[in-house]
């Protein structure tokens, strides 16, 4: 058994999975926007949904749907959110399914819908019936770049990538797609992720294993510390392979599984909107790990870190007192060590003895870089990976909808 290294902007194709996709005016002139993904007879698929209480029409239908049928279809728009819609996002999310089933000859409980954009605006239904038999007579293994382009809306590149595994004597291959750079704090996942692979896999067991993986993935980055009201991760086995995931094989196959969910979710926080670094917050010596989480989610949130750091400003101030107001119950400060990069920044309550600004100017002109809390009160950790505030966020949301 040998593992290949993970194959980033690389989309390799998945026996048993085939894809197409179409501009259909939705939203936007000139480029796609509707993805149509089929899983072959015999499938398993689990999914992961956005916690947002606003989730949009397509979230509830999808989630109906996964838990009564096999899935086949997945139908995925771009540029119209269908969330905030009511009555008639509903329908219109039920109809995108309807649309796909007549074509498809199956029952629409098992066809998956999910659309990403502006909220509150109605979900137009025409241009899924018109470019619905283009769809369906395009299908293919290949095109997953073409996919993760289609599903885009903020975003300034597509977020693909391959890894492949040998299990038995047989290559096990797994691709995912993502998109988001905005609106970026998932409570499960993120704006819309789909990975899929040839292994066969129990749905009890995918599911689980799909849970497993966003945790330290897509549950752990941040943009903004918005939570999307159409966040969603598919996970798709086809079990073309012929090569079946047991206890035997979980744990081989969750690890690849992982490198293709952090790769995805790492380079939609490269991607953030107008963002210029990447930051990775790491919390040791928690009392727990919720607690880890909290405090690296505190210093990732904060306004004054994030634009500190795109001034590559080594205002370590902003990061102690962001410390020092995460939502915990207890913080020992005279315990408390805080790095940047190797460069030592608080201990003992307050500015290291060795610290430079010189020290702390040279990590922060680099446009990645690492700050580590150790709390020295447990065993908890956490790693959060987030990114700086720029003036083009601003702009890029305040023209969003022009």
């Known amino acids: 058994m040998s593992n290949n290294e993970l194959m980033a902007g690389v989309g390799l194709s998945v026996s048993g999975v085939r894809l197409a996709t179409a501009a259909a005016g939705i939203r936007y002139k000139n480029r796609k926007d509707v993805c149509l993904i089929e899983l072959a007879q015999g499938g398993t698929a689990a999914g992961v949904f956005t916690k947002n209480k606003f989730c949009a029409a397509p979230v509830h239908v999808a989630k109906e749907n996964l838990a009564k049928d096999p899935v086949r ?107 988001g750079s905005g609106m970026i704090h998932p409570n499960m996942a993120t704006m819309l992720g789909y990975v899929a692979t040839d292994a066969k896999i129990d749905q009890k067991r995918l599911q689980s294993m799909l849970a497993k993986g966003v945790d330290p993935s897509f549950n752990s980055i941040t943009v903004d510390g918005d939570t999307s009201t159409n966040d969603a991760c598919v996970l798709l086995a086809s079990g073309a ?32 909107e107008g963002a210029t670094k990447l930051v990775e917050i790491a919390v040791e010596g928690a009392k727990d ?53 190797d460069v030592l920044l608080v201990s003992d309550g307050g500015r290291a003895a060795s610290y430079t600004e010189e020290q702390g100017q040279s990590v922060l002109n680099k446009d990645a870089f690492e700050i580590r809390v150790i709390m020295n009160e447990g065993k908890g950790t956490a790693r959060v990976l987030t990114c700086d505030f720029s003036y083009d966020y601003v702009k890029i949301n305040a023209e969003y909808r022009s």
């Open 241 to 272: 392979s012929g090569v079946e995931i047991t206890d035997t094989h979980q744990e081989v196959f969750q690890s690849a599984l992982n490198e293709v969910l952090f790769y995805l979710a790492r380079e939609i926080v490269r991607d953030g």
């Open 73 to 179: 279809y997945l139908i995925i728009n771009s540029g119209n959110a269908n969330a905030g819609t009511g009555d008639e996002g509903m329908r219109a999310a039920r109809e995108t399914c309807r649309t796909v089933a007549a074509l498809a000859g199956c029952p629409m409980s098992q066809v998956l819908p999910f659309s990403t954009g502006v909220i509150g605006q109605d979900l137009p239904i025409l241009p899924f019936q018109q470019a619905m038999p283009s769809l369906m007579s395009e299908l293919s293994e290949d095109g997953w770049e073409d996919a993760a382009r289609t599903i885009m809306t903020t975003d300034t590149r597509p977020k693909y990538c391959s890894k492949q595994i040998e299990l038995d004597g047989e290559t096990i291959t797994i691709t995912g797609i993502a998109k």
């Open 289 to 341: 790990d919720a607690e880890a989480k909290a405090v690296a989610f505190t210093v990732a949130h904060s306004p004054l870190c994030k634009t500190a750091w795109f001034a590559s400003d080594p205002n370590w101030g902003r990061v102690l007192a962001a410390v020092g107001r995460a939502p915990i119950d207890h913080l020992d400060i005279d315990a408390l060590k805080i790095y940047l990069d």
